[in-house]
């Protein structure tokens, strides 16, 4: 949200010494290989053919598993795969998906360049996890402004903020006034006044639930931000969701801090729509 997150390539992470083999070998020839190159990385064998394009993957528990056998036997030709220039967090969420521990890394041509350990995908899952919840409570990778909301002097921090709690004040005189159109309403009906609480937490509650949400399925997922976002905003048709995704992305767009303004103004926004939706609901049913 705001500015788009600097791009972290596979390659970043590879790790060339790894043990290759190519299909028709015998098993037992690799075990003794193995044993004698000693790889850096032994989690995968990568089967390569003559050109030195990866034909399939054998798993280290395949193995030894294996018995006598040729790796063309047993290897896996649809063992999932990255190049080095894909991001880094693909591969991670493409290795979730699939439950494997490790990804060959191939280039441009599919020749096999190495593997992204299992330790690096770890790393990955957890630094894109915490990034992508700070984004979303909208603090920002080398982002100045984040810093001067906690260093600043205090009249600075004043400036900074004050501003968006009066955003928040006139939408309280706009709900205010929308209350006021529907005096006839509830003057005639006290009761429907005591919900009006109530109907305010929800709509509070929901948009912090949608942003929990978000940020679950951006870090356990390979969904993109558009299938996350179409999902929430058919969701939020039923529960009034969406604000708690739109509105820090506005700010950020417009340069301001979202960790400052979007507090204040989701919850102004939602507790208007909310007391409008109510209210004319109320009014139609003719209470």
């Not at 356990?220 to 999902?231: D, E, K």
Request: charged share 20%; hydrophobic share 50%.
């Amino acid at each position: 949200m705001g500015r788009m997150k600097h791009h972290e390539a596979v390659g970043d992470h590879l790790v060339a010494s790894v043990l290759r083999a190519r299909p028709e070998e015998p098993v037992d020839r690799v075990l003794a290989r193995l044993a004698a190159e000693k790889p850096a990385s032994v989690e995968l064998v990568l089967v390569c053919e003559a050109d030195g394009r990866l034909a399939g993957v054998v798993t280290i528990a395949q193995l030894f598993a294996a018995g006598e056998a040729r790796l063309a036997d047993i290897m896996q030709r649809d063992f999932p795969r990255v190049t080095q220039d894909a991001d880094q967090e693909h591969a991670a969420s493409l290795a979730l998906h699939h439950a494997v521990d490790a990804l060959p890394v191939m280039d441009k041509d599919g020749r096999a360049l190495g593997v992204m350990p299992s330790q690096a995908l770890l790393q990955v899952l957890r630094r894109e996890h915490v990034e992508d919840l700070h984004v979303l409570a909208g603090i920002q990778r080398e982002e100045s402004q984040a810093r001067h909301a906690i260093d600043d002097p205090p009249m600075r921090r004043v400036r900074h903020r004050l501003p968006w709690l009066l955003a928040g004040l006139a939408g309280a005189g706009v709900a205010t006034a929308a209350m006021a159109g529907f005096e006839t309403t509830l003057g005639a009906h006290l009761a429907v006044a005591f919900f009006v609480p109530g109907i305010v937490y929800l709509a509070d509650a929901i948009g912090t639930q949608s942003e929990a949400v978000a940020v679950r399925g951006l870090s356990l997922t390979r969904s993109g931000i558009g299938h996350l976002l179409g999902g929430e905003l058919r969701t939020g048709m039923a529960i009034g969701a969406t604000l708690g995704l739109l509105l820090p992305w506005w700010l950020a767009r417009l340069g301001r801090d979202p960790a400052l303004g979007s507090g204040p103004l989701a919850t102004v926004i939602q507790d208007i729509l909310s007391l409008l939706v109510y209210l004319g609901v109320v009014r139609a049913f003719g209470l």
